[in-house]
């Protein structure tokens, strides 16, 4: 069974733009309109906040802390299922970030993750497309850690075993015999771990791809063939013997260069690379795609309708791909939707013509007033 997820009530505190707002909500369909710059974004990344344990747009706690301030706070009242829960994340400059449900304290961040699965969708999102590979291996850590907590802490691990041997390599420097028992315990961890990851990436591609292509093929209403293809260097050969083979070219790299780390998730439109082959209009159909993939991936995984949210659609859409994608989550029976828009009617009178029940919020001023 599939449960929802409902916001009920969202208060900020000193949040970037925010001194201080609360927000009720009762519908599963929210509309938050106004102009640029007067704090829509920064509502749904304090939304962000609570499902993932940080800022979607700026990695620096301390910097999404209001000007002049010296800490923020932000609160949730949730339904999951018919179960009230209440989830608040507070911000102080110089020392740690504080996560709490239902007033008592996480030990760790990472035993959030996933308790609140999110999916959000902005403009910047094109990096996926354009950007290297690391922006898409992020995509899939996020998705997979959302739904499993083995993987996360096993990908917490690897980056820690990863950043010693890259440590041992600079301390070692270019020069001089390497000595390869210093690394072994390295080698082991990230052997071990690699591994594990490199598996669970491979179980997520196969179901990631078989939701992606028949979404892209629902929306773009097109005939050409989308494709994703991971690659991972764990392909190639045994990965203990990659680490040994290549100890005296990682000292002189000063860092580690094989392993899972280095994983690449490319995206091709008829065998042909998306970057520089597919129109503005492809790209976007191919983003939209990949981010309903990873919506029904983790409904399908946590069994909880994601939060879902939409930052400024029409600046990177048409008419006629925003009504596709509002029309595509009314026939998946979405869970709670956050639109954000700059035009006060557009996406109200969409949502009217496929009969979605909604609630109206005009933001301005770092306020929020119900319409």
Same mark, same amino acid.
């Given at each position: 069974?599939?449960?929802? +997820?409902?916001?009920?009530?969202?208060?900020?505190?000193?949040?970037?733009?925010?001194?201080?707002?609360?927000?009720?909500?009762?519908?599963?369909?929210?509309?938050?309109?106004?102009?640029?710059?007067?704090?829509?974004?920064?509502?749904?990344?304090?939304?962000?906040?609570?499902?993932?344990?940080?800022?979607? %747009?700026?990695?620096?706690?301390?910097?999404?802390?209001?000007?002049?301030?010296?800490?923020?706070?932000?609160?949730?009242?949730?339904?999951?299922?018919?179960?009230?829960?209440?989830?608040?994340?507070?911000?102080?400059?110089?020392?740690?970030?504080?996560?709490?449900?239902?007033?008592?304290?996480? &030990?760790?961040?990472?035993?959030?993750?996933?308790? +609140?699965?999110?999916?959000?969708?902005?403009?910047?999102?094109? $990096?996926?497309?354009?950007?290297?590979? &690391?922006?898409?291996?992020?995509?899939? #850590?996020?998705?997979?850690?959302?739904?499993?907590?083995?993987?996360?802490?096993?990908?917490?691990?690897?980056?820690?075993?990863?950043?010693?041997?890259?440590?041992?390599?600079?301390?070692?420097?270019?020069?001089?015999?390497? #000595?390869?028992?210093?690394? $072994? =315990?390295?080698?082991?961890?990230?052997?071990?771990?690699?591994?594990?990851?490199?598996?669970?990436?491979?179980?997520?591609?196969?179901?990631?791809?078989?939701?992606?292509?028949?979404?892209?093929?629902?929306?773009?209403?097109?005939? $050409?063939? =989308?494709?994703?293809?991971? $690659?991972?260097?764990? %392909?190639?050969?045994? %990965?203990?013997?990659?680490? /040994?083979?290549?100890?005296?070219?990682?000292?002189?790299?000063?860092?580690?260069?094989?392993?899972?780390?280095?994983?690449?998730?490319?995206?091709?439109?008829?065998?042909?690379?998306?970057?520089?082959?597919?129109?503005?209009?492809?790209?976007?159909?191919?983003?939209?795609?990949?981010?309903?993939?990873?919506?029904?991936?983790?409904?399908?995984?946590?069994?909880?309708?994601?939060?879902?949210?939409?930052?400024?659609?029409?600046?990177?859409?048409?008419?006629?791909?925003?009504?596709?994608?509002?029309?595509?989550?009314?026939?998946?029976?979405?869970?709670?939707?956050?639109?954000?828009?700059?035009?006060?009617?557009?996406?109200?009178?969409?949502?009217?013509?496929? /009969?979605?029940?909604?609630?109206?919020?005009?933001?301005?001023?770092?306020?929020?007033?119900?319409?």
């Amino acid at each position: 069974m599939i449960q929802d +997820i409902q916001l009920k009530r969202l208060a900020v505190f000193q949040f970037k733009s925010y001194a201080e707002a609360a927000l009720d909500f009762s519908e599963r369909v929210v509309c938050l309109l106004g102009q640029n710059g007067e704090g829509k974004t920064n509502l749904l990344d304090s939304i962000h906040y609570l499902s993932a344990c940080k800022s979607y %747009f700026n990695a620096i706690d301390s910097q999404n802390i209001q000007h002049g301030a010296n800490e923020c706070a932000i609160t949730g009242e949730f339904e999951i299922g018919e179960l009230p829960e209440l989830v608040v994340c507070a911000i102080r400059k110089g020392q740690k970030k504080v996560f709490k449900r239902n007033h008592k304290d996480y &030990e760790r961040l990472a035993d959030h993750v996933g308790f +609140i699965p999110s999916v959000i969708i902005t403009p910047y999102d094109i $990096e996926l497309i354009l950007e290297g590979s &690391e922006v898409r291996r992020k995509f899939i #850590d996020s998705t997979i850690s959302q739904h499993s907590r083995r993987y996360l802490d096993e990908l917490i691990t690897y980056n820690h075993a990863l950043q010693q041997r890259n440590n041992l390599l600079k301390q070692l420097g270019p020069k001089g015999p390497i #000595d390869g028992a210093l690394l $072994e =315990p390295w080698d082991a961890q990230l052997v071990h771990l690699g591994s594990a990851i490199h598996q669970a990436r491979q179980l997520f591609m196969q179901q990631f791809t078989e939701l992606f292509t028949a979404i892209y093929s629902k929306l773009s209403q097109s005939r $050409e063939t =989308p494709g994703i293809i991971y $690659e991972s260097d764990l %392909f190639k050969g045994d %990965f203990e013997q990659m680490l /040994i083979k290549n100890r005296e070219r990682d000292r002189f790299l000063e860092r580690t260069s094989a392993g899972t780390h280095r994983d690449e998730m490319s995206f091709t439109l008829d065998g042909f690379p998306l970057k520089k082959f597919a129109s503005q209009g492809q790209q976007k159909s191919f983003l939209i795609a990949l981010k309903l993939a990873q919506y029904l991936l983790l409904r399908d995984n946590c069994r909880k309708n994601p939060i879902l949210l939409l930052d400024d659609l029409f600046d990177k859409l048409d008419s006629m791909r925003v009504k596709n994608l509002l029309a595509w989550l009314n026939e998946n029976r979405a869970g709670q939707i956050f639109i954000t828009d700059t035009d006060l009617h557009r996406i109200p009178q969409l949502l009217s013509e496929l /009969i979605m029940d909604h609630e109206v919020w005009e933001i301005k001023g770092a306020s929020a007033t119900k319409i």
